[in-house]
Structures are given as C-alpha cells and as structure tokens.
C-alpha cells in the first residue's frame, strides 16, 4: 500500500485516505475517486428515497375479469352493452329463480329505439321455475335510463305469462306506419264517402229526373184527361143542344098546320098535308098527309104559294 504526508499534521496517511486518522484532515482525492463517490452518493439517496416511497404508496386489489367488464361497459352509458348489463339487472328480479338465470348472449338480443332515454328490447333467458326445472322463456321489455342516472322497466311480458306489467309503447318508426296506415285508412275513407256521396248524387239526380219525367206524364195525362172530359162535356153539349134542337124541330113539326100542296105548280092538289121533317142540305122537305102518306118535295119545284108557305115554315124551325 502506497502512502503519503498529511497536509496539516505530516503524518503518513494510505494516499486512498479521504481523510487523515490522526487529525481528521480531509485529503484531496483524484478525479476518477470524486465520480465513483458522487455516483455512490447518488444511488444511496435513491434508494433511500425509494424505499421511503414504497411504505406509503396504496397498491389498488386486482378487478377480475367479469368487474372489468361491467366497469367498461357502465363507463359507456349511451352504448347497447350498458343496456344489456342493465336489463339484466333489472329483469332477473322478475323470475322465480334469479340465481338459476342464464341470459342469452349479447348478439341474441335486439334493440329498438323509442325515444332517447328509452328502448325496447326483446330476447331469451333461462332460469328455474317452481318446480325447479330449467326452462326457456322469451321477453320483451321497455328499460328506461333516466337522467339521475336511475334505470326502470315501463313494460314486461314473458310468453310464459298471461298478463304483462307495465304498458306497451310503440317505437318511432311504428308510430309512423300507424299514422301512414291511418292516413291511407282515411284516405280511403274520404273516397269511399266520396264515392258513396257521388252514388247518392246520382241516384238522387236520376230520381229527381224521373220525377221530372213523371210529372210532366202525369200533366200531360191530366191535360189529356181535362181536354177529354171537354171534349165530352162539349160534344155532350153539342149533342144537348142538337138532341133539344131536334126535339124542338120535332115539336114544331107536330105543330104544324095542315096545308093543301100543289104539285110542281100544276092545277093537281095533293091532299092537306103537313110538314114532317125539312133536309137542309138537299133543299127538301118531306109532307105527310092526314092519312099517314108522306111525300118529298123540292124546295125548288114548289110553286110560289107552296115555296113561300115552305120558306116561312124553314124559318121558324129551331
């Protein structure tokens, strides 16, 4: 081992000596000595440090699988999986056994959206009924997430079940097609009142018409009818007025005088004889003696006293 002089008392010192044993000097050291202690010096405060750390920090216990699952998917409330997590929560309590539950996997399930808080959701579970067998029921369910974060079913209805809970709400897209059917259905109503209206229409014009038609017949008839019972009355007053003509005629032939006719002014006298009847339109008139002989005479080959006795006789007939 190498030495050298203390600076301060003279004494041999081992020249790796940082400081001297008999005063307590310190020594300067080589370079290549000052790095090593500074890197020592370092390491000791860090695991110094380190180990001070160590005692206070909080080690978090390990999650298992299925709690980090269920943490991921409540950290996505808007996504389907929340959905799924939370219907199951929420529909196992509904059955006769909840710890016999096993619901169908997440791609078994469907979704249908009904307003942005609320969906429909449909599918399977199996679980233990009453007698403990295990059996398969399917679902629907209305799950609700409201805004403090608290989830409800508004509807349930297993097929095993007669009556559901809750009430049945229909998604957007069916409230459409209803109120398109409805639209359609009152579409087709309005043209089958149309149409209806229209049949009416026309059975009433067609009515009308033949109304029309019939009144005018009807009036036509009653005219024919008042002109017909005229025509009667007057031919019967015609008939009146030539039968009383006739009967007058008749009278004033009855009444008349006896006469003494000369044959177409000849000295012959034709026995007294009176007028019996009188053919205006052949100009005669036929005479009847006392005995009951009659005689046509001409008006025209009488003489005068026998054509001025006819004349006057035509006359006065009515």
């Not at 008392?9 to 000595?33: F, Y």
């Not at 005229?230 to 009444?255: H, I, P, V």
């Amino acid at each position: 081992m190498s030495l050298r002089a203390c600076r301060e008392c003279g004494k041999e010192i081992s020249t790796k000596a940082i400081a001297c044993p008999q005063c307590g000097a310190t020594q300067s050291v080589s370079r290549k000595i000052q790095v090593i202690l500074a890197i020592l010096s370092g390491i000791g405060i860090s695991a110094i440090l380190i180990g001070v750390l160590s005692r206070h920090q909080v080690v978090e216990p390990q999650k298992t699988p299925e709690q980090t699952v269920i943490d991921e998917l409540l950290a996505h409330p808007d996504g389907e999986l929340a959905w799924f997590v939370m219907s199951k929560r929420l529909i196992v309590r509904a059955l006769v056994s909840p710890k016999s539950a096993e619901f169908a996997p997440p791609l078994e399930w469907s979704y249908e959206r009904i307003d942005d808080r609320t969906k429909r959701i449909e599918s399977w579970v199996d679980s233990q009924n009453a007698l403990g067998v295990m059996l398969r029921d399917s679902f629907k369910a209305i799950i609700t997430h409201h805004e403090d974060e608290t989830w409800t079913v508004d509807y349930l209805k297993f097929d095993s079940w007669s009556k559901p809970i809750g009430k049945w709400r229909q998604t957007p897209a069916e409230l459409a097609e209803v109120a398109r059917d409805n639209e359609l259905r009152e579409r087709d109503e309005r043209y089958w009142r149309a149409n209806e209206q229209k049949k009416i229409d026309d059975r009433d014009r067609a009515a009308a018409a033949a109304k029309e038609v019939a009144e005018r017949k009807a009036q036509a008839a009653a005219a024919a009818d008042r002109q017909r019972r005229e025509q009667d009355f007057n031919n019967r007053q015609q008939l009146s007025s030539e039968e009383e003509k006739r009967r007058k005629r008749q009278a004033a032939f009855e009444r008349a005088d006896y006469h003494s006719w000369i044959a177409l002014g000849g000295r012959k006298k034709v026995s007294e004889a009176r007028i019996t009847n009188y053919d205006s339109e052949h100009g005669t008139i036929t005479v009847t003696t006392r005995d009951g002989r009659q005689k046509r005479l001409k008006l025209s080959d009488l003489g005068n006293a026998d054509r001025e006795y006819a004349d006057e006789f035509v006359r006065k007939l009515p």
